[in-house]
């Protein structure tokens, strides 16, 4: 372990009885960022001093006081293996700084060069040490930084309104080469959620191109949002696919699955939970539907309120258990008369000749209830309407429909799937940038002291 102190000289004047403390700290801000670049410096400068010292003096060091430094290539090897020497003579400085960025600034570094006294070899010792690549121009924080931004803004704005040095087609490129698709994978219990849902909504891509971005959602007992996967241009039974494989147990789990009705929906997950409709867009269904046969919104809307009033049952809160039999024997009776009064309005809708409408209210029927028929069976209170995910949509949207012009499906995907995890799974998403970045305590940085002296030219 290395322990050094960092000594920093400011100098301060003001204007006294003038200064207020919002000036103050607007200067302090100012000067954040070239304070932090030089401490970075600083370190990374002395850390390689450090290391040079210990690769050139083999007879003051030992082997163990080398782990983990001076790696670095074997000169010559087709194979491209790594060299077993761990001694160096020193070869001064490379002629040009090295340029990173980071989210400080601009960092340019001199970078020493070192050669091996096995292989022949020239390398630079900090580079190795440091896990940086030959290439590598910039620093993990700063892809972090901008993706987070991006999460937070559309690209034109995270250039002009946080002043990141970064080019437009950088910042896709962050973005489109994030490993976040093969990321969060990890299986998800059943028994743990009280729903799961699913939605799409639409996309204008390359030359007015329609895309279509499509999520599964679960929600937990806690009332959590667990990420389940985002898609575009995805059919539902490839989402199912790639779902199931990362649900555990087997079925049943008396758990429903609510989805506003899309097509390719009816059955989807239909082995892991049960289909429910869901009950806001069931109504606002039906009159689509019955406008499709001739009716007017004032003549569907007493059919429409209907509707609503027969799936309005309210669940009694509190323990199933203990509930009084005739809360519960209330609540199976409006159940049992919804049910019937809707077979009834189906009859009517059929002597009519409503077509569309009585084939929509046929379908709606067979799968608006579950969450009612679940707490019968099982006293667990489970969602009904897909506002949450609707929620996540309008997250979602608000950054990709105006900006995913020209996007591949990959990078849709990708963004989609950072806003989500990111907004709804905080947690988790600042433990994959801790592995991704490699933050593992390795290094600590404290202030010690800070003092003010009068100035000598004072």
Same mark, same amino acid.
């Given at each position: 372990? =290395?322990?050094?102190?960092?000594?920093?000289?400011?100098?301060?004047?003001?204007?006294?009885?003038?200064?207020?403390?919002?000036?103050?700290?607007?200067?302090?801000?100012?000067?954040?960022?070239?304070?932090?670049?030089?401490?970075?410096? #600083?370190?990374? =400068?002395?850390?390689?001093?450090?290391?040079?010292?210990?690769?050139?003096?083999?007879?003051?060091?030992?082997?163990?006081?080398?782990?983990?430094?001076?790696?670095?290539?074997?000169?010559?090897?087709?194979?491209?293996?790594?060299? !077993?020497?761990?001694?160096?003579?020193?070869?001064?400085?490379?002629?040009?700084?090295?340029?990173?960025?980071?989210?400080?600034?601009?960092?340019?570094?001199?970078?020493? =060069?070192?050669?091996?006294?096995?292989?022949?070899?020239?390398?630079?010792?900090?580079?190795?040490?440091?896990?940086?690549?030959?290439?590598?121009?910039?620093?993990?924080?700063?892809?972090?930084?901008?993706?987070?931004?991006?999460?937070?803004?559309?690209?034109?704005?995270?250039?002009?309104?946080?002043?990141?040095?970064?080019?437009?087609?950088?910042?896709?490129?962050?973005?489109?080469?994030?490993?976040?698709?093969?990321?969060?994978?990890?299986?998800?219990?059943?028994?743990?959620?009280?729903?799961?849902?699913?939605? #799409?909504?639409?996309?204008?891509?390359?030359?007015?191109?329609?895309?279509?971005?499509?999520?599964?959602? #679960?929600?937990?007992?806690?009332?959590?949002?667990?990420?389940?996967?985002?898609?575009?241009?995805?059919?539902?039974?490839?989402?199912?696919?790639?779902?199931?494989? !990362?649900?555990?147990?087997?079925?049943?789990?008396?758990?429903?699955?609510?989805?506003?009705?899309?097509?390719?929906?009816?059955?989807?997950?239909?082995?892991?939970?049960?289909?429910?409709?869901?009950?806001?867009?069931?109504? !606002?269904?039906?009159?689509?539907?019955?406008?499709?046969?001739?009716?007017?919104?004032?003549?569907?809307?007493?059919?429409?309120?209907?509707?609503?009033?027969?799936?309005?049952?309210?669940?009694? %809160?509190?323990?199933?258990?203990?509930?009084?039999?005739?809360?519960?024997?209330?609540?199976?009776?409006?159940?049992?008369?919804?049910?019937?009064?809707?077979? %009834?309005?189906?009859?009517?809708?059929?002597?009519?000749?409503?077509?569309?409408?009585?084939?929509?209210?046929?379908?709606?029927?067979?799968?608006?209830?579950?969450?009612?028929?679940?707490?019968?069976?099982?006293?667990?209170?489970?969602?009904?309407?897909?506002?949450?995910?609707?929620?996540?949509?309008?997250?979602?949207?608000?950054?990709?429909?105006?900006?995913?012009?020209?996007?591949?499906?990959?990078?849709?995907?990708?963004?989609?799937?950072?806003? =989500?995890?990111?907004?709804?799974?905080?947690?988790?998403?600042?433990?994959?940038?801790?592995?991704?970045?490699?933050?593992?305590?390795?290094?600590?940085?404290?202030?010690?002291?800070?003092?003010?002296?009068?100035?000598?030219?004072?």
């Amino acid at each position: 372990m =290395m322990e050094q102190e960092i000594h920093i000289t400011l100098r301060f004047n003001l204007a006294t009885g003038k200064v207020n403390l919002n000036e103050i700290v607007y200067k302090l801000k100012e000067l954040r960022d070239p304070l932090m670049l030089k401490i970075l410096e #600083g370190v990374l =400068m002395s850390y390689d001093d450090l290391i040079t010292e210990r690769l050139s003096r083999t007879d003051i060091y030992p082997s163990k006081d080398r782990k983990g430094l001076g790696r670095h290539l074997r000169k010559g090897d087709p194979e491209e293996r790594f060299c !077993r020497g761990r001694k160096i003579k020193k070869r001064g400085y490379r002629s040009r700084p090295r340029q990173f960025s980071t989210v400080f600034g601009k960092l340019y570094l001199r970078l020493r =060069m070192a050669q091996c006294r096995s292989c022949g070899a020239f390398y630079s010792p900090l580079l190795s040490a440091l896990q940086i690549g030959q290439y590598a121009r910039r620093e993990s924080n700063f892809e972090y930084n901008v993706i987070e931004a991006v999460i937070d803004t559309n690209y034109r704005r995270l250039i002009d309104g946080r002043s990141i040095d970064i080019s437009l087609g950088g910042i896709h490129n962050i973005v489109a080469g994030s490993d976040i698709g093969h990321s969060f994978q990890e299986p998800v219990s059943p028994t743990d959620l009280s729903g799961i849902m699913a939605d #799409g909504t639409g996309l204008k891509q390359y030359k007015g191109r329609k895309g279509e971005l499509r999520a599964v959602i #679960g929600l937990t007992k806690t009332g959590r949002v667990e990420p389940l996967g985002c898609f575009t241009n995805t059919g539902w039974p490839e989402i199912e696919k790639t779902v199931k494989e !990362r649900i555990t147990g087997t079925g049943p789990f008396n758990i429903p699955f609510i989805y506003d009705g899309e097509p390719g929906l009816d059955n989807f997950l239909s082995d892991v939970a049960e289909s429910q409709r869901c009950t806001w867009h069931g109504p !606002r269904g039906l009159y689509h539907a019955l406008w499709e046969d001739g009716l007017k919104k004032k003549e569907s809307r007493p059919e429409t309120d209907k509707i609503k009033q027969f799936i309005g049952i309210e669940l009694p %809160e509190g323990d199933f258990e203990i509930l009084k039999e005739e809360d519960k024997e209330q609540v199976k009776s409006r159940y049992e008369s919804s049910k019937s009064e809707i077979k %009834e309005l189906v009859e009517t809708f059929r002597e009519k000749g409503y077509k569309h409408g009585t084939a929509y209210l046929e379908n709606l029927s067979e799968r608006l209830f579950t969450n009612i028929e679940l707490w019968l069976k099982t006293g667990i209170i489970a969602p009904k309407t897909t506002s949450l995910l609707e929620r996540v949509f309008r997250e979602i949207g608000r950054r990709l429909k105006r900006i995913a012009w020209g996007w591949a499906d990959k990078t849709v995907t990708n963004l989609s799937k950072m806003i =989500m995890i990111r907004q709804y799974s905080r947690k988790k998403w600042e433990q994959y940038w801790k592995d991704k970045l490699g933050i593992k305590g390795y290094f600590d940085i404290e202030i010690l002291t800070v003092k003010i002296s009068p100035c000598k030219h004072f």
